[in-house]
Each structure stands twice: as structure tokens, then as C-alpha cells.
């Protein structure tokens, strides 16, 4: 078998994985607080359920696709972002604006993040989920520690601390995105409130 026929085939497993997965995500849209079956998903898709396990082991491997692209996506920006700006209070601020807009983006990924989506599903799953926001939070705790140790006076704020409030304003602008199903956006009176966020952050400016 030639190189270039290999080459095509794999190309075409890889698109049909991630038409897979657009339409398990689009299927957590659309259906909000329902069970997605490999059956509805197949049938969105005009397969055979024997089709979508030929791409995917099991329903649980499709949502770990799912939270791998969540992964891939936001911790790649935040790279970028940690980059491209020294200033820790600049930092926060565009990173969980980037949060807030992904999940604005992809509403069936954040059912996925935020558990609703995971209701009788494996508990790996929900661990995958709960790596994804830890990471978050050590994240938000090295940016905090980093402008700490620079400040000549290292006053003992309460970095941990801060780092999981940080988190937990994450979390519930996400959680309250899927409870209104998917009507009110994560990113909803966020400009005002990283404001008063600011205001508490300016030891680390």
C-alpha cells in the first residue's frame, strides 16, 4: 500500500472522529439535561452505531475526546497568553475571558465540563473533568505566586486562596450558562465584575 493511500485513509479516520465528536457536542446543545445515546448520535449522523464504535471504543471515549480538545484548546491559548504578557492582573483577566468564551462557544463541551452532561457516565470522566479545572487553578496559583515573589515586599497574600476564587468564578459563570440552558452566556455582566475582581487584585498588578 502506497504512502499516499495510507496517508488518505488516515485523514479520513481522523475527519470522521471529529464529525463524531461535533455531533455528540451538538447533541449536548441541543438536548440539554437529556442522556445522549450512541443511537440518537448515530442516527444524527445517518450511521450505524457498529459505525461510530469503529472510531471510538465506547461512548465514554467520545466524551474523553471531547474534554481533550477543551484541553488542547485553552491550556494552547493560555501558553500564548503567558507569553506574550508579563503583567499577572492582564493575565488573569484574558485568561478567564478565554474560558468564559470558549464555553460561550461550545455549550455542549461545558455541559461536559461542568458534569451535567455526565449523569450515569463513567468515573473517569468525572475525574478527567476534575484534572482539567485543578490545572486551571495551579494556573491561576503561578501566576500568583510569580508576581509574589517579585514584589520587594512580599506581604503573605493569600495566593491559594485567591487562585480558587479565581477557579470557582470560572466554574459558576459555566454552571450557570448550562442551568439556563445555554440562554444566559457565560460571558454576561463579566466586564463589570472584572472590575471589582480588579480592584481586589491590584497587589498583584
Known amino acids: 500500500m502506497s ?23 451538538t447533541q449536548l446543545e441541543q438536548y440539554p439535561g437529556e442522556r ?18 469503529r472510531h471510538f471504543p465506547s461512548k465514554a471515549r467520545m466524551f474523553e475526546g471531547l474534554i481533550g480538545f477543551a484541553e488542547d484548546t485553552v491550556f494552547g491559548l493560555i501558553r500564548r497568553i503567558i507569553e506574550e504578557d508579563q503583567n499577572a492582573l492582564s493575565r488573569i483577566e484574558k ?8 464555553s460561550a462557544k461550545n455549550p455542549g463541551i461545558t455541559s461536559v465540563l461542568v458534569g451535567a452532561a455526565l449523569t450515569g457516565e463513567t468515573e473517569r470522566l468525572r475525574l478527567r473533568v476534575s484534572q482539567f479545572f485543578d490545572r486551571l487553578e495551579t494556573q491561576f496559583r503561578q501566576i500568583l505566586r510569580e508576581r509574589e515573589l517579585s514584589l520587594t515586599e512580599a506581604g503573605g497574600r493569600p495566593v491559594n486562596e485567591t487562585a480558587n476564587l479565581l477557579l470557582s468564578i470560572v466554574e459558576g459563570h459555566m454552571q450557570q450558562y448550562v442551568r439556563s440552558s445555554y440562554r444566559q452566556s457565560p460571558l454576561t455582566g463579566w466586564e463589570q465584575q ?6 481586589l487584585l491590584r497587589a498583584y498588578a
Open 3 to 25: 504512502d499516499n493511500v495510507q496517508a488518505t485513509r488516515a485523514e479520513a479516520k481522523s475527519s470522521r472522529r471529529q464529525q463524531i465528536l461535533e455531533a455528540l457536542a
Open 36 to 53: 445522549i445515546t450512541t443511537a440518537k448520535l448515530a442516527a444524527s449522523l445517518n450511521v450505524s452505531e457498529a459505525a461510530l464504535y
Open 95 to 102: 485568561i478567564i475571558t478565554l474560558l468564559l468564551g470558549f
Open 194 to 199: 472584572w472590575q471589582l475582581i480588579a480592584n
